[in-house]
């Protein structure tokens, strides 16, 4: 098992090669493990967008890239992914972002993967949801949507995150294939932790207390170091596009 791994977070446009680098693993756990060739969200212009943030989960040295996610802000006209890959079902889904939007501002974790280097490890669905909680604080949002898969619901819910059930049917819809279910799901206020249960809850707040901080986690597989670099260098609130 890997015994270090640095979780690194900053603006897309700020790091082309780690961009690069996200993409090509991404699309080969896709392709390799669920047989998606292109999905409907995929597409590479989140490497220029400013409002876009990615985090990184990679080795200190080598920097090759495990695994990562994406932190999509809304821009008030940029479609969010949720927004390109579920609207066709219901077109409510884009009145909901621009409500949220008006608000103060919403966000998507979407692009989530890791590889089968860290697989096992708790890196994937765990740590990565609790950086991009923790990093909203730095990015003038009042909340944040992610599309589950039905094997990451449980985890989102422990995290705080609640299906958004006037949308779709009761919350779910075909995606990215017809013979694959999502689930939308949102934290409504990220700075109200009243859904967010223990232990995700203390590592949340240290984390947004300590963006830069070294952890010794505990996965299925074992304990191993962790570098959290999460200041979001170069950030400010945008106006829309």
């Known amino acids: 098992m890997i015994s270090k791994i640095q ?11 780690a961009c690069e680098k996200f993409i090509y693993g991404h699309r080969k756990i896709l392709e390799i493990y669920y047989g998606i060739i292109k999905i409907t969200s995929d597409n590479n212009a989140w490497v220029k ?13 080598t920097k090759k890239v495990y695994g990562g996610a994406r932190v999509q802000v ?8 949720i927004d390109s890959a579920v609207s066709k079902y219901d077109q409510s ?4 972002i621009q409500n949220e939007y008006k608000r103060g501002g919403t966000c998507e974790l979407c692009g989530v993967w890791n590889s089968k280097e860290i697989a096992g490890m708790g890196v994937g669905s765990h740590i990565l949801t609790k950086v991009a909680v923790a990093i909203t604080s730095q990015l003038h949002v009042k909340s944040i949507f992610v599309l ?12 705080g995150f609640e299906v958004v059930t006037f949308l779709g049917n009761n919350g779910l819809f075909y995606y990215p294939k017809d013979d694959f279910v999502a689930t939308v799901m949102e934290f409504k ?16 707040l240290l984390l947004r207390n300590n963006p830069d901080i070294v952890v ?3 996965g299925p597989k074992g304990t191993f170091e962790v570098i959290y670099l999460m200041n979001v260098a170069n950030w400010e609130k945008l106006p829309a596009k």
Do not use: M, W
């Not at 979780?7 to 090669?17: G, N």
């Not at 589950?148 to 995290?159: D, F, L, S, W, Y």
């Open 74 to 81: 809304f821009d008030g006209q940029t479609p969010l992914p």
């Open 49 to 61: 967008d400013p409002n876009t943030v990615v985090i990184v989960a990679e080795d200190p040295e």
């Open 189 to 204: 206020d990220v700075f109200d932790f009243q859904n967010v249960q223990e232990p995700e809850l203390s590592k949340i």
């Open 93 to 96: 889904v884009t009145d909901y």
């Open 216 to 218: 010794n986690e505990a």
């Open 148 to 159: 589950c898969a039905p094997g990451t619901v449980r985890i989102a819910k422990k995290h």
């Open 7 to 17: 979780i690194r977070v900053f603006r897309a446009v700020d790091d082309p090669e």
